[in-house]
């Protein structure tokens, strides 16, 4: 058995290094930019549909590479579809799974464990440089800042604007207030400048853009450039930026063996922009988790082509561990293969109906099973705050769609298929012994960040009542030690006082 098991790994060595596959010609190993937008729909670029905005460089990205049609986020908000794309796990695993609001008195402390390995974290074992242009939203406190998840270099508004819209460069704070209209620019300008003078040495580059989240604002040379309003306008100035950072990396000589991804965190915020899917972020209808997912390397995609093979966010961090030369890390579970296979026309390790779990938040709210969508049944008090979708609440029975024939999740075939709803509602209680429910742990779970020790992990503020007063007046104490200004009584005064923080530096994320 030991001498089989040798020459089975001998065999893995000598295909991944082989020419046939084509790392052994590469000069060196490959630059990554990792390009993620924000609320970003299936609809929102030239080549998967959009009709009212011009992308033609993202376009040459999917003509030149795979353009993926079968891409899942692992949640339909951002913090933990952000947290599944760097640690690989569902965010219920890595303990990330919801929508971090920094204001909020169930949030401001928690974030990202410092134990979870990320992305930037791989890259560095195999000493790549590790950047990271825009928006972080995984704890705004400084035990979860980006330096403490293996990235080097940091810049830009780390949270959302509504929740903070401090700019900082490393970890000092540049500005109280992004200048919206400048943000684009100043995140290709930082990019481009990058490339420029670290392309020498292998470089590992997050470009988490804050757009098209709102609020938005186009540059003055691109206010009115679209049929879509100012929506249209950010978009294509994003656009822009994109032909800039790969007219960069083609005059640096760099461009053939640099991979760029290019994807979004969630669906958008209005249905049109998710068509022909039914629903947008917030929801698992397939309009909140299937976006464009584009994946360009001249060195090894000779010829674009257009896939349908289901992927999903936690295969980023397995592809991108392998392209690197680096191992997963044994001491953990991770949910996501390599798809490095399909560069060569091959077959993925995962099996072709391995389920997918739509989660939102804690609560578990859909299972697919190959072409076979089953929404579960749930009840109010399960729903994170920013569900609105009422399509399945206090149902007493599970829905089913087949997807192939049904892309609007729009006819009930449950009756018709009594076996595969009976297969699935199986799939998803085992799941939810793993990867846990509503004011659930499952035993799969790793802990969620947290500054405060043995604090509570509460994720809807209806629930934060459920807490023990004591428990909940040493967290208020913690917060107005780290930050004084914040009040101290009630909900309402636990906002931050803009006036205050223009001159205060306590709420950044510096040390």
């Known amino acids: 058995m030991r001498a089989t098991g040798c020459l089975i790994v001998l065999s893995v060595l000598c295909w991944v290094l082989s020419p046939r596959f084509g790392f052994a010609d590469l000069p060196q190993r490959p630059n990554v930019i990792f390009f993620l937008t924000d609320d970003l729909g299936y609809a929102d670029v030239s080549c998967y549909g959009a009709s009212k905005v011009d992308t033609p460089h993202i ?155 709102t609020p938005y604002k186009a540059g003055k040379d691109f206010v009115g450039s679209s049929q879509d309003g100012v929506r249209g306008d950010v978009l294509q100035e994003l656009d822009w930026g994109v032909g800039e950072i790969v007219q960069t990396l083609r005059e640096t000589g760099i461009a053939d063996n640099t991979i760029i991804i290019f994807t979004s965190d969630n669906g958008p915020v209005k249905p049109q922009y998710a068509a022909p899917y039914r629903g947008t972020k917030y929801v698992s209808f397939e309009g909140g988790h299937r976006v464009p997912f584009i994946l360009h390397w001249p060195a090894m995609i000779k010829q674009g082509r257009e896939s349908d093979t289901p992927v999903v966010a936690m295969d980023v961090f397995p592809t991108l561990t392998e392209v690197s030369g680096g191992t997963l890390p044994t001491d953990r579970v991770y949910d996501g293969v390599s798809l490095v296979p399909l560069l060569t026309g091959g077959e993925l390790a995962r099996a072709e109906n391995q389920p997918f779990f739509y989660y939102n938040c804690e609560n ?101 009542a459920s807490v023990d007063a004591s428990t909940r007046e040493a967290i208020r104490a913690e917060r107005l030690k780290r930050h004084p200004d914040f009040k101290k009584n009630g909900r309402a005064n636990n906002k931050p006082n803009r006036r205050k923080r223009q001159t205060n530096q306590s709420t950044g994320l510096t040390p």
């Open 364 to 464: 578990l709210q859909a299972v697919r099973y190959g072409d076979w969508k089953l929404h579960l049944p749930r009840t109010r008090k399960q729903l994170p705050f920013w569900d609105k979708n009422s399509a399945f609440t206090n149902r007493q029975s599970p829905v089913l769609y087949n997807l192939q024939a049904d892309v609007a999740e729009s006819q009930d075939v449950a009756a018709a298929h009594p076996q595969i709803v009976q297969q699935m509602v199986r799939m998803a209680e085992d799941t939810r012994g793993e990867l846990g429910e509503f004011m659930r742990r499952g035993s799969g779970q790793r802990p969620t960040g947290s500054v405060v020790t043995n604090a509570p992990i509460i994720s809807h503020g209806k629930d934060w």
């Open 59 to 213: 376009d040459a990205l999917a003509a030149e590479g795979i353009k993926f049609t079968d891409f899942h986020t692992a949640a339909s908000i951002c913090s933990p579809s952000r947290a599944a794309f760097l640690t690989g796990a569902y965010p219920q695993r890595c303990g990330l799974y919801m929508g971090i609001n920094p204001i909020r008195d169930e949030h401001w402390f928690l974030g990202l464990h410092p134990d979870e390995i990320t992305l930037a974290e791989q890259f560095q074992k195999q000493n790549y440089q590790t950047f990271m242009i825009g928006k972080w939203h995984l704890g705004k406190e400084p035990e979860f800042h980006p330096f403490r998840h293996g990235f080097e270099h940091y810049y830009g508004m780390p949270n959302n604007a509504a929740h903070s819209a401090e700019f900082f460069d490393g970890e000092n704070k540049i500005e109280d207030r992004t200048p919206l209209a400048q943000l684009t620019r100043r995140y290709t300008d930082r990019a481009v400048q990058i490339i420029k003078q670290h392309g020498e040495q292998p470089f590992f580059l997050y470009f988490a853009h804050n757009y098209p989240h």
